[in-house]
């Protein structure tokens, strides 16, 4: 999840009104540059600075810039708040005095979260649930794989849940309601305007029903007349908690929605959405329930979880089979790819929840008895494997050839995609793809498998914006107590991806799949890329040894190249693991996509620009 940058700082006390916060100052002996930091309760990832100075309080407002970067209107950006305070502690810069005290939180004192910050976790995964009917695990994966995506998704349907807002009743139901029982002033309600997805507030003020217009601007930003603009309805009301901001009194307690309290989480719905019009439904990539996949408003991408092979073992007829009658499996001339044991081609597998398209991969029937047990021992690690981030085998089919079937990912191969959609395909979404191998791996990882062949070869793509890792032919399932494969002989092995220890010492571990992934990340950033260029594989261990590395592709951002190099750590035990990676992973994705979140506001509120 997100977490705010502050909650380190032991002045920093979450999302507390201007008159605690003077309170707590008052408490601390409101000493000259006194001071502690909250949190901005108008912009997401805001902060306010209030500080003490003859007696009276002085409150800054700081705002977090589109590049991520924080500042007080009018000074300069700070890449965080600690970083932000620590300058103004030597230099007050248009502040009226330095900040000399932090009013630090008394110790049992809990930062105060928001109102937002507490329901995010639980409407993340309520939403995850009931959108992709997925459980345990997959909820899981879903969440991290996707969180800023859902979050954005939900940001703006939030509102749904809060016991103030009644949905769509009209003026005089809204006055109904708030003429029912007790009416202190500030009593309120929040319900549809009209049909365009518009807000009004209904509020009680000397026992007579008050009724305002939320206005939204071009951008989406919403107020009432004349008052502070905020990104959703629930943050709106939660500064009109605190802050008239124009009405005729600040808002008290909620005319509660008890309609609203007994129903079950509605599912998300975009304001304005137009339902089952424009959207094609991927192709269905593997078996399962039809959930989700018909309705994928036409305003968002198709996320991972709307494709069936996110999580495919819903029905329980279609559980995991290792053997198929060949009768189920209908074969195509397609071919999707080949290799020394034969070819890749599609087929289709009829099963209980309807047929569904697969990858078959065909042993050809003069191979030597060698590579046939090699594809059984592939077999037998994938059937192990249950993660949506890694192609699952559905099972194989021993017939006039023996036939390994799995679930199709239609999009093909990583570095082929990259190289032929170098135009559509942005820098975020390779972010994405390469977290999500990342959280592959970090399962092969907990499982104590090394995949031994990790390369944007292998990982194969659903959509766009989902990927799988594939190609199980090198794979070894490590014992329980050890943390290395020892091969015995040098095989025919993809030097230029594999790690020092591979090549010197023949051993394989996690840590020599992290370096691999390093490579893959490399072609991936260089949208399919060859690696090293033209030099051979001797000479790429001599380039390594010297150590050397790969030059940052591009367009790659700087961060992206670091973990890079972590990867490329030449010791195995000074390289980070696949949890670590995945951390780095994770932390950069969620960090652009808020950044892309602000950037779209931004250019819907200056379309010049
Ligand atoms: P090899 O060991 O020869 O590299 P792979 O398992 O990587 O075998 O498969 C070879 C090719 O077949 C891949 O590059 C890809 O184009 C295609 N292929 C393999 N599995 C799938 C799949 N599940 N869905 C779609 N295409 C696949
Ligand atoms: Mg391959």
Redesign the pocket.
């Known amino acids: 999840m997100s977490v705010d940058p502050a909650v380190e700082l032991p002045f920093f006390y979450g999302s507390i009104s201007r008159s605690d916060a003077e309170q707590h100052l008052k408490l601390a002996g409101m000493a000259d540059g006194l001071f502690l930091l909250r949190q901005c309760l108008r912009s997401l990832g805001g902060y306010v600075l209030s500080v003490v100075w003859n007696l009276e309080f002085h409150h800054y407002t700081i705002e977090k810039q589109l590049n991520g970067t924080f500042c007080i209107p009018g000074g300069k950006p700070h890449c965080g708040p600690a970083e932000l305070c620590e300058f103004y502690n030597k230099d007050p810069d248009g502040l009226v005095c330095t900040l000399r005290k932090p009013c630090l939180r008394p110790p049992e004192m809990q930062i105060k979260t928001g109102v937002f910050d507490k329901m995010r976790e639980n409407m993340l995964r309520e939403y995850v649930k009931q959108t992709w009917n997925l459980e345990g695990e997959e909820i899981e994966n879903a969440i991290i794989s996707q969180a800023p995506q859902l979050e954005k998704l939900i940001a703006t349907t939030a509102h749904e849940k809060m016991p103030w807002y009644h949905g769509q009743i009209n003026r005089l139901e809204g006055e109904r309601r708030l003429y029912c029982g007790a009416q202190p002033d500030g009593k309120f309600l929040v319900r549809d305007k009209n049909e365009q997805g518009s807000f009004a507030l209904s509020l009680v003020y000397g026992k007579t029903v008050y009724h305002y217009q939320v206005i939204q601007d071009k951008s989406g930003k919403l107020s009432v007349p004349e008052g502070t603009k905020f990104d959703t309805i629930w943050q709106l009301v939660e500064y009109l908690k605190m802050k008239p901001d124009g009405l005729v009194t600040s808002l008290g307690e909620a005319c509660v929605n008890s309609a609203a309290a007994e129903k079950t989480p509605s599912l998300p719905r975009t304001r304005g959405e137009v339902r089952g019009n424009g959207y094609t439904p991927p192709p269905r990539a593997f078996p399962g329930p039809s959930v989700a996949s018909a309705s994928v408003p036409v305003d968002r991408d198709v996320l991972p979880m709307d494709c069936a092979g996110f999580n495919p073992y819903h029905n329980p007829n279609d559980i995991k089979r290792f053997n198929i009658e060949r009768e189920k499996l209908l074969m195509d001339e397609v071919e999707?790819?080949?290799?020394?044991?034969g070819c890749?081609k599609k087929g289709v597998l009829k099963m209980e929840s309807g047929h569904v398209d697969v990858?078959v991969?065909v042993l050809k029937s003069e191979n030597e008895k060698g590579v046939r047990e090699e594809m059984m021992r592939e077999a037998e690690i994938m059937h192990q494997l249950d993660n949506p981030f890694i192609?699952r085998m559905l099972g194989l089919c021993n017939a006039e050839n023996l036939m390994l079937v799995?679930?199709?990912?239609?999009a093909?191969?990583l570095n082929k995609f990259l190289t032929s959609n170098k135009d559509t395909v942005t820098m975020e979404n390779i972010v994405n793809l390469m977290h999500q191998v990342s959280m592959g791996m970090k399962y092969l990882e907990e499982k104590n498998f090394v995949h031994r062949?990790l390369a944007a070869?292998?990982v194969?793509l659903v959509t766009k914006q989902f990927a799988k890792i594939?190609?199980f032919?090198l794979s070894k399932a490590l014992g329980a107590d050890d943390n290395y494969y020892k091969a015995r002989t040098a095989g025919k092995w993809p030097l230029k991806w594999y790690a020092p220890e591979c090549i010197n010492y023949h051993k394989f571990s996690s840590k020599s799949d992290v370096w691999s992934f390093g490579v893959t990340m490399w072609e991936a950033f260089s949208y399919g890329g060859k690696p090293y260029k033209k030099m051979k594989g001797p000479e790429v261990m001599r380039f390594i040894e010297n150590n050397n590395r790969m030059d940052c592709p591009a367009a790659c951002p700087e961060r992206m190249y670091t973990v890079m190099k972590e990867c490329w750590t030449f010791s195995h035990e000074e390289r980070p693991d696949f949890k670590k990676v995945e951390e780095s992973m994770r932390s950069y994705h969620y960090s652009i996509s808020a950044k892309a979140k602000t950037d779209e506001t931004a250019a819907a509120a200056n379309p010049t620009n």
Not at 336 to 341: E, H, Q, V
Not at 406 to 410: C, D, G, R
């Open positions: 999707l790819g080949s290799g020394n044991f890749v990858a991969k192609v799995m679930e199709m990912a239609a093909g191969p062949d070869r292998n194969l594939s190609d032919g």
